[in-house]
């Protein structure tokens, strides 16, 4: 008898669940080594991101051969089927190495239009949010949810994040101040985890800048499933990386991005 094709939803929740078993025995422990990747600065890498994304890409090997694969810490994939998955085995290792349980599992499935199934999951808290086709759910400590993000129209009344206070260049702090202005509250750090907190209803606006397509699929699935709205600062799609704008709704977007854009 042949075994059933798992399907894509499937094939994602076993490389979440292959990434938190890699993980997991890493985080908090001052065994875990570090190395910097960066020419200048500090950008870690842990033996825990290593192992997270080799144990996705063997649930990959096994159920998915055909399909890319573009991964943060080894060499990409092209695949056969015009379908890639987009990888970031441990979003946030900055936080990771403080112990900061801000940090996720990003994985993303996309073709030519750009991602449509994704993601997050924080394998220290149990929360995973996903996002796709007639899904938007998380589980988590609570128990199991729907996801949605919030109706806030107004700046005013809005809650914005960012991972960096620098944001970016100098042009893209000052257009990340205009709008944390005229916000309630801004608040700072949380890497990927910002993104599920706006697919969940908890905050407004998320506004990034440098990123990679590995840093930002995987959100972009999961708030628009949602109802959000995710493009880079112009209104284009922001699935190739660059500067993010993330919206929980069309008022709060338009808002944000005229004073992302003003002079």
Not at 60 to 70: K, V, Y
Not at 123 to 147: C, K, Q, S, W
């Amino acid at each position: 008898m042949t075994k059933a094709a798992l399907s894509d939803l499937e094939v994602a929740h076993r490389m979440a669940d292959a990434a938190r078993s890699a993980i997991l025995p890493h985080f908090r422990k001052l065994t875990a080594a570090t190395e910097n990747k960066a020419e200048e600065g500090f950008d870690p890498v842990t033996v825990a991101d290593k192992a997270a994304e080799r144990a996705m890409r063997a649930v990959l090997a096994s159920h998915r051969p055909e399909d890319g694969i573009l991964g943060e810490e080894y060499d990409n994939f092209s695949g056969t089927s015009g379908r890639i998955w987009v990888l970031d085995p441990i979003d946030g290792t900055r936080g990771f190495i403080s112990g900061t349980p801000t940090w996720g599992v990003l994985i993303a499935l996309s073709d030519v239009n750009g991602p449509f199934l994704g993601i997050i999951d924080q394998p220290y808290i149990g929360e995973r949010f996903v996002g796709g086709p007639e899904i938007a759910h998380m589980t988590g400590p609570h128990g199991a949810m729907d996801l949605r993000c919030r109706g806030t129209k107004n700046l005013d009344q809005a809650t914005l994040f960012t991972t960096f206070p620098e944001v970016g260049t100098p042009e893209d702090r000052a257009a990340f101040e205009r709008v944390s202005a005229q916000v309630q509250l801004t608040r700072f750090g949380c890497d990927c985890y910002a993104y599920a907190l706006l697919a969940a209803g908890q905050i407004d606006l998320v506004i990034e800048s440098v990123l990679n397509p590995y840093d930002i699929q995987a959100p972009i699935a999961v708030i628009q499933a949602a109802g959000g709205i995710v493009t880079n600062w112009d209104g284009a799609p922001a699935h190739n990386g660059g500067r993010a704008l993330a919206a929980a709704t069309p008022e709060l977007h338009a808002a944000a991005m005229a004073l992302l854009k003003a002079s």
